[in-house]
């Protein structure tokens, strides 16, 4: 999910990021319907769904990394970058408002929103890097997966990750280790550039379709849900 920057875009990046769209929306789709309580899925323990989760979130939260870097070759907009962390911002809290009212003890407070907001800032300080953040990338990854501490269970500190225990939130995407996915999209982006694989190569009539849904990703994110769930709600009272 991306505020574009004014930079040619990718046909290539936007299906990719099309593709993690379509996923997004059968995996809420599902979920709904078990909110709904139309079927069942068991979303916090199937390693099915559990993986299904991780697939997605890896691929938009890398593409945000190849995105940074592509919107950055011809150096830092200052007022592009503001305009996009303010709108990424202000749905980020929405999406925290919604989902207040909707699960209470629940809520969104730190999902993938907010993870790509405070990732596109911080990750303009490792736009220029290769092998670093190859480094840095895997790095973060394995203390992710093998560090925890009970001092991150605090409220304040739950955002950055290396928790217990998975918080009590309908999303999350804890700063560690999503960030070493991002540092390692930043240096996919440049290995990819060099090689001329993100323009120069002919792009197939299934990656352009891709490509319309992946331009509008975030309009999608913002609209899916309540789409989704007025429809299902439509359904069910119709089935009754």
């Not at 207040?100 to 596109?120: E, P």
């Not at 009970?150 to 928790?163: E, K, R, T, Y």
């Not at 999303?171 to 996919?188: M, N, Q, S, T």
């Amino acid at each position: 999910m991306t505020a574009g920057y004014s930079v040619q875009r990718s046909l290539r990046v936007d299906a990719w990021r099309g593709s993690a769209c379509l996923l997004m929306i059968f995996y809420h789709g599902c979920y709904d319907l078990t909110y709904l309580e139309i079927v069942t899925f068991d979303f916090y323990h199937h390693p099915i769904w559990l993986s299904l989760r991780i697939l997605i979130v890896s691929l938009f939260v890398s593409i945000v990394g190849v995105s940074l870097f592509l919107a950055t070759v011809y150096g830092i907009h200052i007022r592009t970058v503001v305009k996009r962390v303010v709108i990424l911002l202000s749905c980020a809290l929405l999406i925290s408002l919604v989902s207040f009212i909707l699960f209470q003890k629940r809520f969104i407070f730190f999902g993938i929103l907010h993870f790509i907001t405070l990732a596109s800032v911080l990750g303009l300080g490792f736009i220029t890097y290769f092998r670093l953040n190859i480094i840095l990338g895997i790095v973060i990854l394995i203390i992710g997966i093998t560090v925890q501490h009970p001092f991150f269970n605090q409220p304040i500190w739950q955002w950055i990750g290396l928790m217990t225990y998975k918080p009590a939130t309908e999303d999350y995407v804890p700063f560690i280790p999503w960030f070493g996915v991002v540092l390692l999209g930043i240096a996919l982006g440049h290995g990819l550039y060099r090689q001329g694989y993100l323009y120069n190569f002919p792009v197939s009539i299934w990656e352009k379709q891709l490509a319309k849904v992946g331009q509008h990703s975030l309009l999608i994110y913002m609209l899916h849900q309540p789409l989704l769930l007025g429809m299902l709600l439509a359904l069910k009272k119709t089935a009754l």
